[in-house]
C-alpha cells in the first residue's frame, strides 16, 4: 500500500511541475508573438519610408 502511495506523489509532483512548465513555455511563447509583430511593423516603417542607409 506504502509503494501505491509513493507512486501516486511521485506522479503528482511531475504533474505539478509539468504544468508549471507549460504555463511559463505558454507565457514565453505569446512574449515571442508580440516581440515578432513589433519587429514586423519596425521592418515596415523603415521599408514604407524609404530611408537610404547607403553611404
Known amino acids: ?11 503528482a509532483i511531475v504533474l505539478l511541475f509539468v504544468g508549471g512548465f507549460v504555463q ?8 515571442g508573438v508580440i516581440l515578432l509583430i513589433i519587429a514586423a511593423i519596425m521592418w515596415l516603417v ?10
Open 1 to 11: 500500500m506504502s509503494s501505491l502511495l509513493i507512486i501516486l506523489a511521485l506522479v
Open 24 to 31: 511559463a513555455v505558454q507565457w514565453l511563447l505569446w512574449i
Open 46 to 55: 523603415r521599408y514604407i519610408g524609404g530611408r537610404s542607409t547607403k553611404v
